[in-house]
């Protein structure tokens, strides 16, 4: 077997742009918690550049055709994409693969795009963990734009598309009667709205269905979703993102064959530049890093609670709870006290 490559090798090397040190790079900080800290911390400096862009929507809405069709119209125009698809493939739908409709699009040799599926094999919290630290490899290995594809059914997949410079939440017509986006609880984190498979009937009642809502609920909306809905902060969230400024556009699109994507990639252009002029990129970054510090710490709090509580203490403390010598909340404070560093 060849020796693994040396972390501060891959770290060097990713930096430079080397996509194999960057792929190297996601796997580690995948698989191993010492590896992420020390890969995340060694390139942490070099992030901050890069626009983030969540895409989510219920299974089978056509987001990763739409995010295929989106680094083809990115890349027309020169700019370099990351893309992260987390649980590529949905039961529901039976959706292809991202990797393989990109390489069908021919962007495979493109040094200018990179493709990594994120799978959902550990936990909810080891998933947004892994995302968000791979956020931060493909914008340190310079990126402009980095696309994230996440199913919007589930806390786990909500959060990591909400915790992104600009969402976009990808509805399709004849999906039932109602718009999924509000069942699913992705109104309140739409930046843009892409109403996709406008080649089928339905699309312009979805179109209308979408805009009434922006305007009777959207105020409503941006409210809770600004007093802690979309993260629960309170020290990084600024007051000066208010929705102030940003009316969210609804925008048809078709993207089997490109129609409207130019148009969508526009809207986030658009939207980038607002964040930008209005504070609220800082604000949000200001919240995704927070969030990041509250799961790395939480983590660790979890970890220790592992080392120190071991199986056998915790019988013991529950035997002890049984014989009502002591109680539930005297368990739990001696065993925070015994926390080991
Ligand atoms: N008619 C039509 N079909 C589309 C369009 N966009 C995507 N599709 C089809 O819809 C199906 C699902 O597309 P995907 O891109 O895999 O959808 P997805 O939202 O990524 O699916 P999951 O990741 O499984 O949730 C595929 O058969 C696509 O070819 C469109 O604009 N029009
Ligand atoms: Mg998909």
Same mark, same amino acid.
């Given at each position: 077997?060849?020796?693994?490559?040396?972390?501060?090798?891959?770290?060097?090397?990713?930096?430079?742009? @080397?996509?194999?040190?960057?792929?190297?790079?996601? !796997?580690?900080?995948?698989?191993?918690?010492?590896?992420?800290?020390?890969?995340?911390?060694?390139?942490?400096?070099?992030?901050? &550049?890069?626009?983030?862009?969540?895409?989510?929507?219920?299974? +089978?809405?056509?987001?990763?055709?739409?995010?295929?069709?989106?680094?083809?119209?990115?890349?027309? !125009?020169?700019?370099?994409?990351?893309?992260?698809?987390?649980?590529?493939?949905?039961? $529901?739908? +039976?959706?292809?693969?991202?990797?393989?409709?990109?390489?069908?699009?021919?962007?495979?040799?493109?040094?200018?795009? $990179?493709?990594?599926?994120?799978?959902?094999?550990?936990?909810?919290?080891?998933?947004?963990?892994?995302? *968000? @630290?791979?956020?931060?490899?493909?914008?340190?290995?310079? $990126?402009? &734009?980095?696309?994230?594809?996440?199913?919007?059914?589930?806390?786990?997949?909500?959060?990591?598309? !909400?915790?992104?410079?600009?969402?976009?939440?990808?509805?399709?017509?004849?999906?039932? /009667?109602?718009?999924?986006?509000?069942?699913?609880?992705?109104?309140?984190?739409?930046?843009?709205?892409?109403?996709?498979?406008? /080649? &089928?009937?339905?699309?312009?009642?979805?179109?209308?269905?979408?805009?009434?809502?922006?305007?009777?609920?959207?105020?409503?909306?941006?409210?809770?979703?600004?007093?802690?809905?979309?993260?629960?902060?309170?020290?990084?969230? !600024?007051?000066?993102? *208010?929705?102030?400024?940003?009316?969210?556009?609804?925008?048809?699109?078709?993207?089997?064959?490109?129609?409207?994507? @130019?148009?969508?990639?526009?809207?986030? =252009?658009?939207?980038?530049?607002?964040?930008?002029?209005?504070?609220?990129?800082? *604000?949000?970054?200001?919240?995704?890093?927070?969030?990041?510090?509250?799961?790395?710490?939480?983590?660790?709090?979890?970890?220790?609670?592992?080392?120190?509580?071991?199986?056998?203490?915790?019988?013991?403390?529950?035997?002890?709870?049984?014989?009502? =010598?002591?109680?539930?909340?005297?368990?739990?404070?001696?065993?925070?006290?015994?926390?080991?560093?």
């Amino acid at each position: 077997m060849p020796k693994p490559v040396p972390t501060q090798q891959l770290i060097s090397d990713l930096l430079e742009g @080397d996509r194999l040190a960057l792929a190297r790079a996601i !796997s580690r900080v995948e698989d191993d918690a010492a590896e992420a800290a020390r890969i995340v911390r060694a390139v942490f400096a070099h992030t901050g &550049r890069a626009h983030l862009i969540g895409v989510t929507g219920a299974p +089978g809405t056509g987001k990763s055709t739409l995010v295929s069709a989106l680094v083809e119209s990115y890349r027309a !125009s020169g700019v370099t994409v990351g893309v992260l698809a987390v649980d590529p493939t949905s039961p $529901f739908s +039976g959706g292809a693969l991202l990797g393989d409709r990109v390489r069908m699009t021919g962007h495979s040799g493109d040094a200018g795009v $990179f493709i990594r599926s994120m799978a959902t094999r550990r936990g909810t919290g080891g998933l947004a963990k892994a995302s *968000a @630290d791979a956020m931060l490899l493909l914008d340190a290995a310079g $990126f402009d &734009r980095i696309l994230v594809e996440t199913v919007g059914a589930g806390q786990a997949e909500i959060e990591i598309a !909400s915790v992104a410079d600009t969402v976009v939440v990808v509805e399709a017509p004849g999906l039932g /009667d109602e718009v999924q986006a509000i069942k699913a609880g992705l109104l309140e984190i739409a930046d843009v709205f892409a109403v996709n498979k406008a /080649d &089928r009937k339905g699309a312009a009642r979805t179109v209308a269905a979408l805009e009434m809502m922006l305007e009777t609920g959207g105020a409503a909306a941006q409210t809770i979703f600004h007093h802690g809905q979309r993260m629960e902060t309170g020290a990084a969230t !600024s007051e000066t993102e *208010a929705g102030d400024g940003w009316s969210i556009p609804v925008l048809e699109t078709v993207a089997v064959s490109g129609g409207g994507v @130019d148009e969508l990639r526009d809207a986030l =252009e658009r939207h980038r530049a607002w964040l930008g002029e209005s504070g609220a990129r800082t *604000a949000r970054e200001g919240r995704r890093l927070d969030h990041m510090l509250q799961t790395l710490v939480q983590a660790e709090f979890l970890a220790r609670m592992e080392r120190t509580l071991s199986p056998a203490l915790r019988r013991d403390l529950v035997e002890r709870m049984q014989r009502r =010598e002591t109680d539930p909340y005297s368990a739990a404070a001696d065993s925070m006290k015994k926390l080991s560093p």
